[in-house]
T-cell receptor, first 113, second 114 residues
């Protein structure tokens, strides 16, 4: 079965600094999803990457997919308190999205003012 | 266009009772997924349903758990004879087609078994 490893597990960053979160898969990635979860709340969809080398941005968040390395990275520029939360990567390992996503354990991000 | 709606948000059950968790997918979405998030663990896939059909239930415990997605109405995750280990956050997600355009999650139902 596919496993996703996220690093780091937790991250404390000073407001205004940049940061990167990584997600590495044990198997081929057919689709990679990034979600943000506020503590005690649901998951907010950030973006989905499907093709090797694909890069997407939303506001100050950029995600890339390295298909060969079976890895994705999420980069936040000039972090803000609103970026705090748990970031989860989810992978579609079947190629058709038919059997749900496998998730990493999440990266807890804290932004220090 | 309302997002994925789950209710209740919080549910407390005594051991041995039944828990029913409801999920209304986003408008236009016919694919529903249920996930469980245990403390200190990531989200684990439980079951994937498409209207009136269970497509994949490989993540569902073999006993006491069942799911349905009737032609009319919300998807239901049912846990019979709950035990303390069932305490978790249960998330429902929906998509228009499998793997396309993103999968959107509800706010979750936090089940506490006392």
């Amino acid at each position: 079965s596919q496993e996703l490893e996220q690093s780091p597990q937790s991250l404390i960053v000073q407001e205004g600094k940049n940061l990167t979160i990584n997600c590495t898969s044990s198997k081929t990635l057919y689709g990679l999803y990034w979600y943000k979860q506020k503590y005690g709340e649901g998951l907010i969809f950030l973006m989905m990457l499907q093709k090797g080398g694909e890069e997407k941005s939303h506001e100050k968040i950029t995600a890339k997919l390295d298909e060969k390395k079976q890895q994705s990275s999420l980069h936040i520029t000039a972090s803000q308190p609103s970026h705090a939360g748990i970031y989860l990567c989810g992978a579609d390992g079947s190629g058709g999205g038919a059997d749900g996503l496998t998730f990493g354990k999440g990266t807890h991000l804290i932004i220090q003012p | 266009n309302a997002g994925v709606m789950q209710n209740p948000r919080h549910l407390v059950r005594r051991r041995g009772q039944e828990a029913r968790l409801r999920c209304s997918p986003m408008k236009g979405h016919s694919h529903v997924y249920w996930y469980r998030q245990l403390p200190e663990e990531g989200l684990k896939f439980m079951v994937y349903l498409q209207k009136e059909n269970i497509i994949d239930e490989s993540g569902m415990p073999k006993e006491r758990f069942s799911a349905e997605f009737p032609k009319e109405g919300p998807s239901i995750l049912r846990i019979q004879q709950v035990v303390r280990g069932d305490s978790a956050a249960y998330f429902c997600a929906s998509s228009k087609t499998p793997g396309a355009d993103g999968t959107f999650f509800g706010q979750g139902t936090r089940l506490t078994v006392v």
